[in-house]
């Protein structure tokens, strides 16, 4: 049973940092294909940051690029995403999600459908 635990996020100041943890159980990280989303209350889940473990590959969306950095930690099984440069515009609830299976290569689709497992989700709240 794959299970996934997002923790980290917090309320920052605009300009701050967090950094978000994914640990996967169930499921490992030396070749997966995992990511991040956010979702603001009354908008719909938005792709943030993605990679395929074994070749680093990693996709960002323009509106994160340069500010946020997705990475692993094989050893301890944990996905984290660091957020750096907080805007307002990045509050939402931030879910780790993976593939269980993936065709033609991890990035090439990057939308919530495309993953089966996903956490509970951690709070960012950045004020201006």
């Known amino acids: 049973q794959v299970q996934l635990v997002e923790s980290g996020g917090g309320s920052v100041q605009a300009g701050g940092s967090l950094r978000l943890s994914c640990v996967a159980s169930g499921y490992a990280l030396s070749t997966a294909c995992m990511g991040w989303f956010r979702q603001a209350p009354g908008k719909e889940r938005e792709e943030v940051a993605f990679t395929y473990t074994r070749g680093g590959s990693t996709y960002y969306a323009d509106s994160v690029k340069g500010r946020f950095t997705i990475s692993q930690d094989n050893a301890k099984n944990t996905l984290y995403l660091q957020m750096n440069s907080l805007k307002p515009e990045d509050t939402a609830m931030y879910y780790c999600?993976?593939?269980?299976?993936?065709?033609?290569?991890?990035?090439?689709?990057?939308?919530?459908?495309?993953?089966?497992?996903w956490g509970q989700g951690t709070q960012v709240t950045v004020s201006s």
């Open positions: 999600a993976a593939k269980s299976f993936w065709y033609g290569g991890c990035l090439t689709d990057t939308a919530p459908p495309a993953f089966a497992y």
